[in-house]
């Protein structure tokens, strides 16, 4: 196991070898730092996939020629329908005139049938796919209903960009693993072979081999350790700063609050650093200095 | 933990005891025989050119040996099996009565903590201070960090080196350096010291205050083999020499005569 004079010789040794481990921890931490952005942009369109997922909206746009009897009754209907929060009617003029406001534009050119009529209709955001499908479905069937937007399309087009990036960050995650191994292999193979007098000493004098590795393998865990962390250090400052940038705008263009690596994941990058650090420092040491 | 049974009549030999370390397979019964035994040893690193042919030797516990020879008669060789970091071709090196050529390789470290080794070109880590190179015997032993300060504190001041512990083994002079190989090679109190020549890269005058150095280890009750090609070394005090010759070892007691009354006829050096 661990032991306090393992760690101190490892400490010993990367103090000596600053250089040497700071090269590597750096190149360590670029590695990473593909694998967080990669993380970062999946994390948060998942979040807007979720977001939308569950906007609990349904736009029912109504055909030119049905009459204020027929809409009542079809409110009364949607508002009686199990799982509806509130229906809304949104007159075409009002639409156009909500659309003018929102986009600050004149729209005189564009001609009334631009803007449907519709009834905007909130439903719980728990609702079942299931349900929300059958109320479409006989929605649809209604003679004065022309269209319904679910949103289940962009939706869908946003779940298949997080799937994508999903399948990305997995790729980017293989090629990280292999550069960690790569750095910290060969970096502790030339400090291996910068210390060869040590180990020849270490073996002249009784020790183990597991007493030899011990202190290469707690270096090379930090170093991953260490490369991931400084991943993140940068990934955030990035993060914040563009924010801050931005200000309230991403938030108010994507429907939520973009947000940094969660904990798990934060700490399961440095976790998995510090894991492969050490696999790569023994696989490394596979052939000790022979005395 | 055990030691040696001769030990106790030695009592006057101060702190320096060397003890006999509990390997895997232990036998309290190894107190009792030599030290060392070389039966029918054959080594070769090249076919049909044997470094030792048939080699014999006897090494008593506490003997001051000294080992001698032409370059490339095997007196490294010799060692370097002692050690394990060779292997014998045929054979067989008992030392405190088990086979050294049968260790498996997980047992080498348990054999070496019971053995100190000097080198001609002293071995230690430049980057380390003299405290770090000597402590890192008794760490490897797994001693707390009190009791190793303690102990390479002794081995320091009986080298004549109190006090160097915190200089860089680097800065040292070649004499210093050698001074800091062998409290490495003492500190852990082992129980036979292994020299190989360890006088090599030093002057005449230094090569003798080194040399005084491992009598004094001696006299403590320690087994030495000190291996060496330089005559004047020999003729400093009167002590058992083997002298390898053909891949064999050859006992001459009680020291050699000095060259002008034939010693060159008599030993091959």
Same mark, same amino acid.
């Given at each position: 196991?661990?032991?306090?004079?393992?760690?101190?010789?490892?400490?010993?040794?990367?103090?000596?070898?600053?250089?040497?481990? !700071?090269?590597?921890?750096?190149?360590?931490? #670029?590695?990473?730092?593909?694998?967080?952005?990669?993380?970062?942009?999946?994390?948060?369109?998942?979040?807007?996939?979720?977001?939308?997922?569950?906007?609990?909206?349904?736009?029912?746009?109504?055909?030119?020629?049905?009459?204020?009897?027929?809409?009542?009754?079809?409110?009364?209907?949607?508002?009686?329908?199990?799982?509806?929060?509130?229906?809304?009617?949104?007159?075409?003029?009002?639409?156009?005139?909500?659309?003018?406001?929102?986009?600050? @534009?004149?729209?005189?050119?564009?001609?009334?049938?631009?803007?449907?009529?519709?009834?905007?209709?909130?439903? %719980?955001?728990?609702?079942?796919?299931?349900?929300?499908?059958?109320? #479409?479905?006989?929605?649809?069937?209604? /003679?004065? #209903?022309?269209?319904?937007?679910?949103? %289940?399309?962009?939706?869908?087009?946003?779940?298949?960009?997080?799937?994508?990036?999903?399948?990305?960050?997995?790729?980017?995650?293989?090629?990280?693993? !292999?550069?960690?191994?790569?750095?910290?292999?060969?970096?502790?193979?030339?400090?291996?072979?910068?210390?060869?007098?040590? #180990?020849?000493?270490?073996?002249?004098?009784?020790?183990?081999?597991?007493?030899? @590795?011990? /202190?290469?393998?707690?270096?090379?865990?930090?170093?991953?350790?260490?490369?991931?962390?400084?991943?993140?250090?940068?990934? !955030?400052?990035?993060?914040?700063?563009?924010?801050?940038?931005?200000?309230?705008?991403?938030?108010?263009?994507?429907?939520?609050? /973009?947000?940094?690596?969660?904990? /798990?994941?934060?700490?399961?990058?440095?976790?998995?650093?510090?894991?492969?650090?050490?696999?790569?420092?023994?696989?490394?040491?596979?052939?000790?200095?022979?005395? | 933990?055990?030691?040696?049974?001769?030990?106790?009549?030695?009592?006057?030999?101060?702190?320096?005891?060397?003890?006999?370390?509990?390997?895997?397979?232990?036998?309290?019964?190894?107190?009792?025989?030599?030290?060392?035994? *070389?039966?029918?040893?054959?080594?070769?690193?090249?076919?049909?050119?044997?470094?030792?042919?048939?080699?014999?030797?006897?090494?008593?516990?506490?003997?001051?040996?000294?080992?001698?020879?032409?370059?490339?008669?095997?007196?490294?060789?010799?060692?370097?099996?002692?050690?394990?970091?060779?292997?014998?071709? &045929?054979?067989?090196?008992?030392?405190?009565?088990?086979?050294?050529?049968?260790?498996?390789?997980?047992?080498?470290?348990?054999?070496?903590?019971?053995?100190?080794?000097?080198?001609?070109?002293?071995?230690?880590?430049?980057?380390?201070?003299?405290?770090?190179?000597?402590?890192?015997?008794?760490?490897?032993?797994?001693?707390?960090?009190?009791?190793?300060?303690?102990?390479?504190?002794?081995?320091?001041?009986?080298?004549?080196?109190?006090?160097?512990?915190?200089?860089?083994?680097?800065?040292?002079?070649?004499?210093?350096?050698?001074?800091?190989?062998?409290?490495?090679?003492?500190?852990? &109190?082992?129980?036979?010291?292994?020299?190989?020549?360890?006088?090599?890269?030093?002057?005449?005058?230094?090569?003798?205050?080194?040399?005084?150095?491992?009598?004094?280890? +001696?006299?403590?009750?320690?087994?030495?083999? *000190?291996?060496? +090609?330089?005559?004047?070394?020999?003729?400093?005090?009167?002590?058992?020499?083997?002298?390898?010759?053909?891949?064999?070892?050859?006992?001459?007691?009680?020291?050699?005569?000095?060259?002008?009354?034939?010693?060159?006829?008599?030993?091959?050096?």
């Amino acid at each position: 196991m661990l032991s306090i004079g393992t760690t101190r010789r490892a400490q010993r040794g990367m103090l000596r070898e600053w250089r040497l481990h !700071a090269l590597s921890v750096f190149s360590l931490a #670029v590695a990473f730092v593909c694998l967080g952005a990669a993380l970062l942009v999946v994390t948060n369109l998942r979040a807007v996939e979720d977001r939308w997922a569950h906007a609990g909206r349904v736009s029912v746009y109504l055909k030119d020629s049905i009459s204020t009897p027929d809409v009542e009754a079809l409110k009364s209907a949607l508002t009686a329908t199990a799982g509806v929060k509130s229906v809304r009617y949104i007159s075409s003029g009002q639409a156009r005139q909500d659309f003018a406001q929102t986009e600050k @534009k004149n729209l005189a050119g564009l001609s009334q049938e631009a803007f449907p009529s519709s009834i905007e209709v909130e439903v %719980q955001p728990d609702m079942a796919d299931a349900e929300l499908t059958e109320m #479409v479905t006989k929605l649809e069937k209604l /003679p004065g #209903v022309d269209e319904i937007e679910t949103y %289940q399309a962009w939706t869908d087009r946003l779940a298949r960009l997080v799937r994508g990036g999903v399948a990305a960050s997995g790729i980017l995650a293989l090629v990280v693993f !292999a550069s960690v191994l790569a750095v910290v292999g060969s970096t502790i193979r030339l400090a291996l072979q910068r210390r060869r007098t040590e #180990v020849e000493v270490l073996k002249l004098v009784g020790a183990t081999d597991r007493f030899i @590795k011990g /202190p290469f393998l707690v270096e090379g865990s930090a170093q991953g350790a260490m490369g991931a962390m400084g991943a993140l250090a940068l990934l !955030a400052t990035l993060f914040f700063l563009v924010k801050g940038r931005l200000d309230g705008e991403l938030s108010s263009l994507i429907g939520v609050e /973009p947000s940094f690596l969660p904990w /798990p994941i934060a700490l399961g990058m440095v976790g998995v650093g510090a894991v492969l650090g050490a696999l790569a420092a023994l696989l490394g040491l596979r052939r000790l200095v022979a005395v | 933990m055990p030691r040696f049974d001769d030990q106790d009549d030695a009592q006057e030999s101060r702190a320096f005891r060397p003890l006999l370390r509990q390997g895997p397979r232990f036998a309290r019964d190894a107190a009792a025989r030599p030290i060392l035994m *070389f039966e029918d040893v054959y080594k070769s690193y090249r076919p049909g050119a044997p470094v030792l042919r048939g080699m014999n030797l006897v090494i008593e516990r506490g003997e001051f040996v000294f080992i001698t020879g032409p370059s490339g008669s095997g007196k490294s060789t010799l060692l370097r099996l002692l050690y394990r970091s060779e292997t014998v071709d &045929e054979g067989r090196i008992l030392f405190m009565g088990r086979d050294i050529a049968r260790l498996k390789d997980d047992s080498v470290p348990f054999l070496r903590r019971n053995i100190g080794v000097i080198f001609q070109d002293f071995k230690l880590v430049k980057t380390w201070s003299v405290f770090e190179n000597v402590a890192i015997t008794l760490e490897v032993l797994g001693l707390p960090q009190r009791l190793i300060k303690a102990r390479v504190g002794e081995a320091l001041e009986r080298v004549g080196l109190a006090g160097r512990g915190s200089d860089a083994a680097g800065v040292l002079s070649g004499g210093e350096q050698q001074r800091v190989a062998v409290a490495r090679a003492i500190v852990g &109190e082992p129980a036979l010291i292994l020299a190989d020549e360890p006088t090599g890269n030093l002057d005449p005058q230094l090569a003798i205050d080194i040399l005084g150095l491992f009598e004094e280890i +001696h006299e403590s009750g320690t087994t030495v083999l *000190f291996a060496t +090609h330089d005559r004047s070394l020999l003729d400093v005090r009167s002590r058992r020499l083997i002298v390898l010759d053909e891949g064999k070892a050859m006992d001459v007691a009680m020291g050699i005569a000095p060259a002008e009354e034939g010693y060159d006829n008599e030993l091959p050096l």
